[in-house]
């Protein structure tokens, strides 16, 4: 973490020259961020031009009632790498847990970032915040959470949060949700803090790559991603897991693991009757995978447990089928499953004909931005 005031000045092109980058390292960087970004290859040389135009932004990471967890995954991103997007792509001033300074001097880093980048500064934030008592649960350097993150966010062009308690309530806003914990939308919609552009990042955690592929589509494009409804990029959160997953061929044909360890789970079958989420839950866990693209963990024979959806923690047993209504979430899958492997194939091909035109929609007008 630097705030040294001339590689804050330096645009990304020159610093990358200062620090050895080569032109064929920095169009690689490129061509995975096209790639995270859904756009054709073509696009490249477009993204390397507007990356080379663009200031390096002050970054303030903010982490409240969390577990770490999601700064525990951006430190294990591949594309880019945790080091070249802090020293690199953005001035990371202020972080918790990643910065050297403790105390006064921490909080005299983020009062200086906030004051120099005034409206220019990105906020990435990570936990709930706890309003119960007010706010007595979380503070820190003797300041409660709410009154940080409203301080914080007012200065700010943009929010990012970080992680499913963040994005949702998390962990901490599951029943009977004792701190009163709630997601930065609810303190914008209760207008509570100020207003700005934000972007959902949920997951517990997120996978490192989609955190990393947010602020790259920031500096490429100097605006936030498309999002759908709960705020979630979609070239990330566009498609169900169970859409893309590899084991989608055993379900449309009926074949189900039963436990753990019988035939069907040594076979690699659809573990949907062990609780699986995967029909339910938007993410890019089957594409994108973990640990540099090595497994996700229904690869790794376990179902998915909807991390990166609202209220996934009061949404019924990890280990309960969808069809078993105890929740809304699994009264809605119930129908799914009844219907049998045609109507699922039938709602495959309607998902993947949206997907298909939401993703070219976002390409086109992507494409355009960077042409003009």
């Known amino acids: ?19 050895g980058v080569t ?12 790639s995270m970004m859904a756009l054709p290859q073509t696009m490249v040389p477009a993204i ?25 995954s951006i430190t294990r991103s591949h594309l880019p790498t945790l080091e070249n997007l802090i020293f690199n792509a953005i001035s990371l001033d202020y972080h918790h847990t990643l910065q050297v300074a403790s105390g006064e001097a921490a909080e005299l880093a983020r009062e200086q970032a906030m004051e120099k980048f005034h409206g220019q500064y990105l906020v990435a934030i990570d936990g709930s915040i706890p309003l119960k008592d007010g706010g007595v649960y979380s503070t820190i350097a003797g300041i409660s959470n709410i009154d940080m993150v409203k ?18 309530g998390g962990l901490p806003n599951a029943a009977p949700n004792p701190t009163g914990a709630v997601s930065i939308a609810k303190l914008m919609e209760s207008g509570q803090i100020e207003t700005k552009p934000l972007i959902n990042v ?6 490192p790559v989609v955190i990393t592929g947010v602020v790259a589509h920031y500096l490429t494009f100097g605006r936030i991603p498309e999002l759908d409804n ?3 990029p979609k070239s990330f959160y566009g498609d169900t897991i169970h859409d893309r997953c590899y084991r989608r061929t055993f379900y449309d044909r009926g074949l189900f693991a039963e436990t753990f360890d019988d035939e069907g789970a040594r076979k690699g079958w659809c573990l949907y009757k ?5 029909p339910t839950t938007y993410n890019a866990c089957a594409t994108t995978k973990w640990n540099q693209g090595t497994s996700f963990p229904i690869q790794s024979g376990h179902g998915c447990i909807g991390c990166s959806e609202p209220k996934f923690w009061d949404a019924g047993g990890f280990y309960e089928a969808l069809s078993v209504p105890t929740s809304p979430v699994g009264k809605i899958a119930a ?33 355009e931005d960077l042409e003009k």
């Open 1 to 19: 973490m630097s705030n040294d005031k001339k590689n804050n000045d330096l645009g990304l092109a020159e610093l990358l020259r200062e620090r």
């Open 23 to 34: 032109r064929r390292g920095f169009l690689k960087f490129c061509a995975a961020t096209a």
């Open 48 to 72: 390397a031009a507007a990356l080379e135009q663009a200031p390096r932004p002050s970054v303030i990471w903010l982490s409240f009632q969390e577990c770490t967890g999601c700064t525990e």
């Open 151 to 168: 301080e914080v966010v007012a200065g700010a062009a943009a929010v990012i949060a970080v992680g499913s308690c963040s994005s949702f």
């Open 202 to 207: 949920p997951g517990c955690p997120p996978i």
């Open 230 to 232: 709960l705020r979630r």
């Open 274 to 278: 062990l609780g699986c989420k995967g």
């Open 335 to 367: 129908t799914a499953a009844v219907a049998g492997a045609v109507v699922g194939g039938a709602a495959a091909w309607q998902s993947v004909s949206k997907r298909d035109e939401a993703r070219h929609n976002h390409q086109k007008a992507s494409v």
